[in-house]
């Protein structure tokens, strides 16, 4: 299967197919096959009652497995809705000796079909696809049809993390998440020289974007 996916600029992409990719997903002891099965059983299947945080549409993973590296009492769950994507982040997880993290391919739409009420209690969105066009505004992971998902599996206290490079995708959340109900608690245009920078760990894209100079924005939310 090749895909098409919209990039950092909306630019239409060919997601290269990786002979094998579905197979090597398959077999990886670091994916869980049916996550559904396992909604309301989390913290069983980590062997822990620590909570759970989950990266949506993890790329390739840097930024979910340092975390996981760092805070061996936090379980995570990487998602990323590409077969190709995900086997880049499964060739650095076997290089990894961790106990604290799992990776699903799924579209985050299904999100409440995965986790149970509550299951969730924090949620990192790191440089989502902007979908800049109106007519894909729904697309977002910033969108109300998005936070409705959200709302269905966050802990009451849970906390939404985004970061984006792209200023109108940010705007756009500062006006989404008030209009859902959530309240934003902290926000940025400028992470790296914010005191929201303390503890920042980058993401693949992050680096490659402040590399060009780009101010990288960052915001919390909660309901
Ligand atoms: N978070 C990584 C980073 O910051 O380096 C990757 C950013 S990349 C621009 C966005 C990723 O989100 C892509 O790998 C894409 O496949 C994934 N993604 C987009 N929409 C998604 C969805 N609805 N469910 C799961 N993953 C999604």
Redesign the pocket.
Known sequence: MTGQ?K??NGVKMRLRHIKGAEEEIANSPYVIQDPKAVKGKWRQLFGNPNPIRI??????G??IMELAAQNPDVNYVG????SS?LLRGLQKREQLELSNIYFIR????ELAEVFEAGEVERIYL????PWPKDRHAK?R?TSDR?LAVYDQILDREGVIEF?TDNQELFRFSLESIPQAGWKVLEKTFDLHHSDMAQGNVM????EKFSAEGKPICKLTARR
Do not use: P, W
């Open positions: 996916n990039g950092q990266e949506i549409g993890m790329g390739k840097k930024f998602i990323e809705r590409y994507v799924l579209d985050a739409l790191n440089f989502s696809d697309r992971l998005f970061k993401t693949e894209y992050e």
